[in-house]
Every structure is written in C-alpha cells, then in structure tokens.
C-alpha cells in the first residue's frame, strides 16, 4: 500500500517539475536549510533561558514568547520543503532505515519543544526556575542537536538525499 | 594572482587535521554537525532581530532588548559555526577555492553579511527603543535578512558548480 503511494508520489508531475528543474530544486534546498536555522535557534535558545545560560535579565517567559513562533513556523517550512524533496526519491527512502529514523527523532523533537512551551509559563516561577524544567531544557537541547546529526547522516550514510 | 592563496589551501588540506577528518569513517557527519548547530544559533539569532526591526513576528520585546539578549549567544553559534566551515573547508580547501559558488559565499557575502550585521546589532539599541522603528531600521533589518539567504544561497549551489562535487 504504502510502496504503492510512495510510487504514485515520485512519478508525480508537480514533484517531478520541482525537484527537476535547478531553479526550484535549490529554493527547496534553501528554504529547508533556513527555515531549521530559524526552528533550532529559537528553540535551543528558549532551553539555555531556562538552563540559566542566556539572556538571565529577561524573564523565560518573555522569551519563550518573542521566540517561539519562529519554532513552528521554521518547523513547517522546513517540514514542507523537506516533504518536497523526499517524494522526489521516495521509493529510495522506503527501505532508508537512517532516514526512517531521522524522522523518528525530528518528530520528538518537536513533542519537545511543545512540552517545553507549554510549560515554561508553569516553570517560570520567581525566585528560581524549576528544577524540572532544566531537566526538560537539556533533553529538548540534545534532542534537536541529535536531530541535526540524524539529518547529516542520511546522505553521508546513505548515499541518498 | 592570489598563488598564496593557493598555497595555503593547499597546506590546509595536507594538515594532520583535515587528513584524519577525511580519512575517518565517522568525523564528517559530526563536522557537518557542529557546522549546522552553529549556523542554527548564529543565523536564526541574525535573522530575530532583523525580523524584529521590520515589525515581523511577535511584539513581546522591543528590538533594544532582544539584540542586548541575544548578543552572547549570537557570537556563540557564529565561532562554533566558523570552526565547523573551516574543518568542512579544509578536506577539501583547493576544490572549494576554485568554486565560483564558494569564493561567491566566502569572499563577497559572508564579509558584507557580517558588516552589516555589526552595525544593525549596534544600532538596533538605538532603532529598537521603542516599537516605532525608523524606516532606516526596517530596511536595514530587512537586508541583512535577505543578505544570510543569500549566503544560504550560495551555500547550496555550491555542488553544482563543482566538478568534484562533495
């Protein structure tokens, strides 16, 4: 089933069109690129204000709220161009166990960056930010990090992408 | 013209250092790794504040507070982020030197990029100060924007200028 639309996905006219022509293949490219620049430095940004790292005269929450919407609107974009530029080899990534496992990781970090919005309002209490939420902070961190990792991988490893 | 150049990338590739990294099984992913964590607290840091400047985005700090904030870190991911593209550089210095892409990159961009991004975070304490900032502020938040999507850019062509592509 899932061979079949991932098939029917590759031999896709506007995913051909994309993915053939250099002009809008490199925009992909770019935008995906960018758009994690702007998720993981917001992100990781919010977990070193909680670790107590940065930026301590401004209170976590304040930061968490200027930033943040760079997390998701990065996260979507890059998630889009990404999805573009995998249907174009999807056949070559339904077997890729190190591409199946990048997304496994992108994927929580994601569910961590969520955990960690929605919770700094709660953790962000004065006189000391809670212990829980440096241990939050560290996993969202080295989770992102991870992430990054398992995307270089795919084609260092692999050969694919 | 430019032989030290040259030169120098070529002693850059015959360092122990770029050697052991090209010859390892398992460095290049880890040097990618730091150049990218790099890129993603230097250039997403960039980009907040220029985004602030132009009025995109939330208004929960003005653009005075968020430069002073993110002033440490920017600098930060800037030195892990040149630390990873020069190990990158290195394993393969003489084929990037001749990439037009990359001498684009390196040689144009990057220069100008951070320029302007000393004056707009210098000047950001002053254009900042209050949400009302002036056009002068917009419109130096919105170049440097485009300036680092260019240096992506250039970053990504650079495989298809390449006749060793890497």
Known sequence: MIERLFVWLQHNWLIVALNSSVVSASILEVVHYFSIFMAVGATVFVDLRLLGLAARRQPATQVNAQLFPWVWIGFSLAVLSGFLMFAADATEYLHNSVFHRKVEVVFLAAVLAAVVQVNVAKWDRPPAIAGRAKFWAVVSLLVWVWAILMGVNVPALTGVG | ?166
């Open chain 2, 1 to 166: 013209m430019h032989g030290w150049l040259f030169a120098f990338c070529r002693w850059v590739e015959n360092t122990p250092l770029a050697v052991s990294i090209l010859e390892s099984s398992w460095a290049y992913p880890y040097v990618q790794l730091t150049h990218f964590t790099g890129l993603s607290l230097w250039v997403g840091t960039n980009v907040y504040l220029d985004l602030r400047l132009m009025g995109v985005g939330k208004k929960r700090q003005t653009a005075a507070q968020l430069g002073e904030e993110l002033f440490t870190w920017n600098w930060i991911g800037f030195c892990i982020a040149i630390t990873g593209g020069f190990l990158l550089f290195s394993i393969a210095a003489m084929t990037y030197y001749r990439n037009p892409a990359f001498r684009t990159k390196l040689g144009i961009l990057i220069p100008i990029g951070i320029v302007l991004h000393i004056v707009v975070q210098r000047k950001a304490r002053i254009w900042g100060q209050t949400d009302n900032v002036p056009a002068i502020g917009k419109l130096a938040g919105l170049i440097e924007f485009l300036l680092w999507l260019s240096v992506v850019t250039a970053a990504v062509l650079i495989p298809y200028f390449s006749a060793d592509p890497s």
